[in-house]
C-alpha cells in the first residue's frame, strides 16, 4: 500500500484559486491584443433580408467587421458533429448565421476593435434586417404537419432515430402485465450556467506559421484535431490549443464552439491576437443547453411487484443545430441506461432527435444518464403506489445479484461488478428510513405534507472501449495517454490528456503516481491543458478521467521496470531478485533491505548514464496509451426527506443522504465534493432550472434573475457514504464519480416531493417542482 | 458588462451634486451603484453622466433624534441589517436583500430611487410610515412613503432632486414589527412582500399598519387589513380573516412573470400578510 490512494490530501490548486492566482482566459493579456465581440440574432427564426456593417466598419477603434458570408466566402469551415449515427440527416453548422437564423443569440456579425468597450459599441451600429418567421420550440410539436421547418435537410424536423433493444417482446410483455404504469413526462431544458463563462484567445505567429489559441475547453486535444482537421485547416503540428484554469464546464465546455473557430481565423487574417469572453447573457444563448426530453414511457409488473418489461420513447430536442456529441446524449448515452440496477426481462428504447428554433442542446453532467434513471425511477415509484408496496422493498425484489457479474442488460451493455443489495441495505440503514417512515405516518396524521424520495441509479464512466464507442456512433475511440518525466534530480512532471476544471486533477492524479513510484507528492506535477505540453488525449468528461489515471498507472509501471533494471546492474543482482519498496521509493535486493538504491539514486544515474546496463537507454521518461476494455459502472442509493408547505407549495428539504459506490477511492474529500457538487445540481433540476423559451423562441430564463439556480442557503448538510466494490478491469479499480451525485439526485428529490403529494392523488408533475406548480396541484386535488 | 461612454463626476457634498445634476441634463446619480450600474451593462440605461455621491459622508449612518430613527440615503443594506436602532423590521428585511457583497454595497437611499416593485425598503417603509426628506434646486421637503413611491420605478423625486435622509418612527412599548417575503427562486427579489408594524394592549390590537409590495406596480398600504386588525383581539383566526381582506386593498396590475403567475401572487400575498402580522403580533 501506498501513502497518499485513499486518503485525504488536500487540493494542491487550491492555494492559487483562493487567492485569486488562478491563470483563466480573462486574465490573458498579451501584446497588441484585439477584442471582440459578436452581434447576435434577437429572433429565433428569421430570414436575414440584409446587414449593414458600414458604419460599424468605419468607426473609429474599429480594426474589422465580419458577417457569417465574409467568413464562410474566405473559407472557414462548418461545426462538425462527432456521432452520426447511421441515417442522420446532419445540416451544416455555420460559426456565424449566413442567411437563416435558427436559434436566438445565433452570431450574425463580429466586430474586432482597439477595446472591448469600442467592440461593444461598434454592435450597435450594426443594422441587420429580419424576416422574422414563425418558430418551433417543442420537440414533440416540431414533429408534427404544418410545423415550421428549421432546415431543409432535416424533413419533419427530424434528425436522427435512434432504437435499441426488442420491441416486440416488450409489446408481449406489456399485454400479458398484470399491472402497467404508462408515464409521460418532460425532462426540462437546462441551462449549464458553469462559473467562468466561455472565452477564447487567439495568437497568430505570422514568422512561424504557428496559431496558438487559448479556449475553455474540457478537452483542448479534440478541439485541436476538429480545428485542424474541420474548421481552421490549420496544420494540427503548427497548432497549439491551451485550456488553462477553467472555473467549471459540468459538459457545456466540451464542444467546439463558433467563437473557437472565429477568433483563431480573425486573428491570422488581421495578424493580430484577439480576444473574446462571453457575457453571462452571451453565456445563457451560446453555451449547449442541457436534457430537454419528451418522453412517454411504460413499466410493465406482476402483481407482486417483478418488472416484467420497459418501453421508452423520447423526443429529444436538439435545438438549430447538432452541436458536437448532442446526438449521442438522448441515444447511445441514454437508451443503454434503461436497464438500471434491475433484471427486466425485456426492454425497449427509441429516440428521435428533433431540430427545434432553440440552442443546441448537448452532454450537461449526467448526459443522457440523469434522463435514463428518471424515467425508470420514477415509473418504480409510481408502480410501488399504485401496487402498495414500499419503494425499497419493490426494488430490493428486481435487484441485479452480486453473484451476476458480468451482467449483461438488455441494451448493449455489460455491467461490470456492483454490490446493489448491500448499497440498498447501506441506504437504509444510514438514513434511518424506517424510523422515517414512521414520523412520516404521524405526520401525515397531522396533516403534514411530508415525503421521502428513494432512487437508485447506475452511471456507465469512461465512454469506452473504443470500438464499442464507434460501433455506437461516434466519431473517435476514446483512450487516454499518459507520459511521466522524471527529471535527473528526481522531481517529476506528470503529463495528461484529461483536463481539470474542478475536479482536482492536479491532486488525484499526483497521489496515484507517487503511489506507484513511492515519491513524496511534493515532488510531482501534473500537467494538463495544453497540446504544446501533454500527448493526445481525449479530455475530461462522462466521468472519465479514471482512464488518464489508469494510463498513467500503466506509465509508471513501465517507469519502475526500468528503474529496477537499474538498479539491479548498479547492485549486482538479478532483475527477479529486485523488491520495489512503494512505500519508501526504494529499490533493494530481496533479503538484503541494505542493499538498495532510493528513486532519486536511479532518476540521477539516467543522466550521468555511465552506470546503465549494456544497452540501455539514457533518460527516464515513458508514456502509456490506456484504451479501456469496457466502461464502469458507479451506482448509488440515494434517500431524502422533505416537507411541502401546504400553503404555499414550497419545497423544504429535510434530509439528504447519499451512499455511492464508485470503486476505489482515491481521495475522499474530493469524492465527497464532487457528490455534493453534484446533489445540489439534481436537485436545482427537479426544484428550480428551467431554461423555458416562449412559443416564439424567446429565452424566457435568460438571465441569473430568471433562471434558478440551486442556493446554498436553501439546501442541506447532505449524509454522504459509500460502499465499494472496485472495478475489476480499471487497473486502479476506480469507477468515476463526476456524475454520480447530479443523475441519482434529480430523481430522488423528484419522487420525494411526489411521495409527499401521495395522498393527495396527484400521482405526477413535470420539474421543476416550482411552488406554485406544487400549489396549483394542491388547489386542484381538492383537499 | 460594457456600458456605453459615459462622464464621471464626484461631488462632494449635497450642494455640490446638486449643482452638477444642473449642469449636466440627464445625468444620474451613483450611490451604491447596485441598481444603476447592472442596467447600465446591459444597455437598458445609457446615462452621458453619473454624478457619483458615494463619498458625500453626510448622508450615510444611523441616528436616533427624538421619537424617530434618521437613516442616511447611502447607508448601505449591511449596516441596517446589523443596527440596533432601527426598528425590529428594518433589519430583519435588511437580512434578507441579495447576498452580503450586494448588502454591503447596495444603499437604502439607491434602493428607494429606483423604486423596483419587486425590492424590498418600499414595502417596509410604508408600513413603518417613513418620511423621505429631499433636497433640490428648490429647497427642502419631505414626503411620506406613501406618497414617495408612485408606480413602477417610479417615485415623486422631481429632476434634480437628492434624498437626504429617511425618517422613520420609532415603535414604542406594545408594538412589534415583522417583514414576511417570498422570495423568487432565482433573483431573491419579492414575489410577495408584506411588512406589519403591530401594537398590542391586553391582548387587542390597537394600532396597525400593514403594506404589501412584490406583486404590484409598487408598495401599498392594506387599508382594509388594518381595519379588520385594529380593535380586535388577535389570534390565529382574526389574523387570517383580516389577512384575506388585503385583495380588497391590491391596487393596479398584479405583475407576473413565467414562473409565476397574478393568480398565485394573489393567494400568496394573504398567506404572508398572515405570516407578517403573526410574528409582529407574537403569535
Given amino acids: ?783 | 458588462m460594457y456600458p456605453s461612454k459615459f462622464d464621471y463626476y464626484r461631488a462632494g457634498s449635497v450642494s455640490e451634486a446638486l449643482s452638477l445634476m444642473q449642469q449636466h441634463e440627464d445625468a444620474k446619480l451613483l450611490a451604491g451603484g447596485h441598481s444603476l450600474v447592472p442596467v447600465m451593462n446591459l444597455r437598458l440605461a445609457t446615462p452621458p453622466v453619473l454624478i457619483d455621491i458615494g463619498r458625500i459622508g453626510d448622508l450615510k449612518g444611523i441616528s436616533s433624534v427624538g421619537g424617530s430613527v434618521k437613516i442616511g440615503p447611502l447607508t448601505t443594506h449591511a449596516m441596517i441589517e446589523a443596527s440596533a436602532d432601527v426598528p425590529a423590521l428594518m433589519s430583519q428585511a435588511a437580512s434578507g436583500i441579495a447576498d452580503p457583497q450586494v448588502r454591503n454595497r447596495g444603499t437604502i437611499g439607491g434602493n428607494i430611487a429606483h423604486a423596483d416593485p419587486a425590492s424590498d425598503w418600499p414595502t417596509v417603509l410604508t408600513a413603518l410610515g417613513a418620511t423621505i426628506n429631499i433636497a433640490g434646486s428648490n429647497g427642502e421637503r419631505s414626503v411620506g412613503a406613501t406618497d414617495f413611491f408612485q408606480g413602477l420605478f417610479e417615485t415623486s423625486l422631481e429632476e434634480n432632486e437628492i434624498i437626504t435622509s429617511i425618517s422613520v418612527p420609532s415603535h414604542g412599548e406594545g408594538t412589534g414589527s415583522s417583514y414576511a417575503k417570498l422570495f423568487h427562486p432565482a433573483s431573491g427579489y419579492a414575489i410577495v412582500g408584506a411588512a406589519a408594524v403591530i401594537t398590542m394592549s391586553g391582548g387587542q390590537c390597537t394600532g396597525a399598519s400593514v403594506a404589501v409590495g412584490g406583486l404590484t406596480e409598487c408598495a401599498t398600504k392594506a387599508p382594509s387589513v388594518e381595519a379588520a386588525l385594529t380593535g380586535k383581539a388577535l389570534n390565529e383566526a382574526t389574523i387570517a380573516a383580516a389577512a384575506d381582506a388585503v385583495a380588497g386593498d391590491l391596487t393596479g396590475d398584479i405583475l407576473s412573470d413565467f414562473q409565476t403567475s397574478a393568480a398565485y401572487r394573489k393567494a400568496m400575498v394573504k398567506v404572508y400578510v398572515k405570516r407578517a402580522v403573526s410574528a409582529a403580533a407574537g403569535i
Fill in chain 1, 1 to 783: 500500500m501506498g501513502n497518499y490512494i485513499g486518503k485525504v490530501v488536500k487540493r494542491v490548486e487550491d492555494p492559487r484559486f483562493i487567492q485569486g492566482k488562478g491563470r483563466y482566459i480573462a486574465n490573458l493579456n498579451l501584446p497588441g491584443m484585439s477584442y471582440a465581440a459578436i452581434k447576435r440574432s434577437p429572433h429565433a427564426h428569421a430570414n436575414i433580408k440584409s446587414i449593414n456593417v458600414e458604419k460599424a466598419r468605419n468607426m473609429e477603434g474599429v480594426i474589422a467587421v465580419m458577417t457569417g458570408k465574409d467568413l464562410a466566402e474566405s473559407g472557414l469551415g462548418t461545426l462538425p458533429c462527432g456521432f452520426t449515427p447511421p441515417d442522420i440527416k446532419l445540416p451544416p453548422y455555420p460559426a456565424l448565421a449566413i442567411d437563416k437564423i435558427r436559434y436566438m443569440g445565433h452570431g450574425v456579425a463580429v466586430v474586432v476593435a482597439e477595446s472591448r468597450y469600442l467592440a461593444q459599441d461598434a454592435l450597435d451600429l450594426i443594422e441587420v434586417n429580419y424576416e422574422v418567421l414563425d418558430a418551433v420550440v417543442d420537440a414533440k410539436k416540431a414533429r408534427e404537419e404544418g410545423a415550421p421547418q428549421v432546415h431543409e435537410e432535416t424533413p419533419n424536423n427530424t434528425s436522427f432515430y435512434w432504437p435499441i433493444g426488442d420491441k416486440e417482446a416488450v409489446e408481449k410483455a406489456i399485454s400479458e402485465a398484470d399491472h402497467v404504469v404508462d408515464l409521460n413526462l418532460i425532462n426540462q431544458r437546462l441551462v449549464p450556467n458553469a462559473m467562468e463563462p466561455r472565452a477564447v484567445v487567439a495568437q497568430w505567429d505570422d514568422f512561424s506559421g504557428e496559431m496558438t489559441v487559448w479556449t475553455t475547453t474540457q478537452n483542448p486535444h479534440v478541439i485541436r484535431v476538429l480545428m485542424s482537421a474541420f474548421t481552421l485547416f490549420i496544420p494540427e503540428n503548427k497548432l497549439r490549443v491551451i485550456s488553462p484554469d477553467v472555473g467549471g464546464g459540468f459538459g457545456s465546455k466540451i464542444f467546439h464552439y463558433p467563437e473557437e473557430i472565429i477568433i483563431p481565423w480573425l486573428s491570422k487574417a488581421l495578424n493580430r491576437s484577439v480576444k473574446w469572453v462571453s457575457l453571462r447573457s452571451e453565456s445563457f444563448v451560446t453555451d449547449a443547453h442541457g436534457r430537454d426530453h419528451v418522453t412517454n414511457c411504460k413499466l410493465a409488473l406482476k402483481s407482486d411487484g417483478t418488472f416484467t418489461g420497459l418501453y421508452v420513447s423520447i423526443h429529444a430536442n436538439m435545438g438549430g443545430y447538432l452541436s458536437l456529441f448532442a446526438p449521442m446524449v438522448p441515444s447511445a448515452l441514454c437508451l443503454t441506461l434503461l436497464n438500471g440496477i434491475y433484471t427486466i426481462p425485456a426492454i425497449y428504447g427509441e429516440t428521435y432527435g428533433v431540430m427545434t428554433h432553440t440552442v443546441p442542446v448537448d452532454a450537461y453532467r449526467g448526459a443522457g444518464r440523469p434522463e435514463a434513471s428518471y424515467m425508470v425511477e420514477r415509473l418504480i415509484n409510481i408502480a410501488a403506489q399504485e401496487l402498495n408496496m414500499d419503494p425499497l422493498e419493490i426494488r430490493r425484489k428486481n435487484l441485479i445479484q452480486p453473484d451476476a457479474f458480468p451482467f449483461q442488460t438488455q441494451v448493449a451493455l455489460v455491467y461490470d461488478s456492483g454490490n446493489y443489495p448491500g448499497l440498498l441495505d447501506k441506504a437504509e440503514e444510514v438514513s434511518g428510513y424506517q424510523a422515517m417512515r414512521a414520523a412520516q405516518k404521524q405526520a401525515r396524521g397531522e396533516g403534514k405534507l411530508v415525503g421521502i424520495g428513494v432512487s437508485t441509479c447506475i452511471e456507465a464512466c469512461g465512454v469506452a472501449p473504443s470500438k464499442a464507442v464507434i460501433s455506437l456512433g461516434a466519431g473517435v475511440g476514446l483512450w487516454e495517454s499518459g507520459s511521466i518525466r522524471v527529471h535527473p534530480t528526481g522531481m517529476i512532471s506528470v503529463f495528461t490528456g484529461n483536463h481539470s476544471h474542478g475536479q482536482g486533477h492536479e491532486t488525484t492524479f499526483a497521489q496515484v503516481v507517487a503511489d506507484e513510484l513511492g515519491v513524496p507528492i511534493e515532488n510531482i506535477e501534473v500537467i494538463h491543458g495544453d497540446t504544446g505540453r501533454s500527448s493526445m488525449g481525449l479530455g475530461t468528461y462522462g466521468s472519465r478521467s479514471n482512464v488518464g489515471m489508469a494510463a498513467l498507472s500503466k506509465t509508471a509501471e513501465k517507469i519502475r521496470e526500468k528503474v529496477i533494471k537499474i538498479a539491479a546492474h548498479q547492485l549486482e543482482a538479478s532483475v527477479e531478485d529486485m523488491v520495489y519498496d512503494q512505500e519508501k521509493g526504494e529499490i533493494h535486493v530481496k533479503g538484503s533491505p541494505d542493499k538498495k538504491k532510493a528513486f532519486g539514486e536511479i532518476a540521477f544515474a539516467c543522466l550521468t548514464a555511465h552506470e546503465l546496463p549494456d544497452g540501455m537507454e539514457p533518460g527516464l521518461e515513458e508514456t502509456s496509451f490506456y484504451d479501456p476494455e469496457n466502461f464502469v459502472f458507479p451506482n448509488s442509493a440515494h434517500i431524502c426527506l422533505v416537507e411541502i408547505d401546504r400553503n404555499t407549495g414550497e419545497v423544504e428539504i429535510k434530509k439528504y443522504t447519499a451512499i455511492d459506490d464508485v470503486g476505489k477511492v482515491i481521495n475522499p474529500m474530493i469524492v465527497e465534493g464532487q457528490i455534493q457538487g453534484g446533489i445540489a445540481q439534481g436537485v436545482g433540476q427537479a426544484l428550480w432550472e428551467h431554461g423555458a423559451y416562449d412559443d416564439q423562441g424567446q429565452l424566457l430564463a435568460g438571465s441569473m434573475m430568471d433562471y434558478a439556480m440551486p442556493k446554498a442557503g436553501k439546501l442541506v448538510d447532505y449524509q454522504v457514504d459509500r460502499t465499494e466494490t472496485p472495478s475489476p478491469h480499471n487497473p486502479l479499480g476506480v469507477k468515476g464519480v463526476g456524475e454520480m451525485g447530479t443523475i441519482a439526485s434529480t430523481v430522488s428529490m423528484a419522487n420525494a416531493v411526489m411521495d409527499a403529494l401521495s395522498p393527495l392523488g396527484i400521482k405526477h408533475l413535470d420539474m421543476p417542482l416550482t411552488a406554485e406548480k406544487i400549489w396549483n396541484a394542491i388547489q386542484n386535488s381538492g383537499s
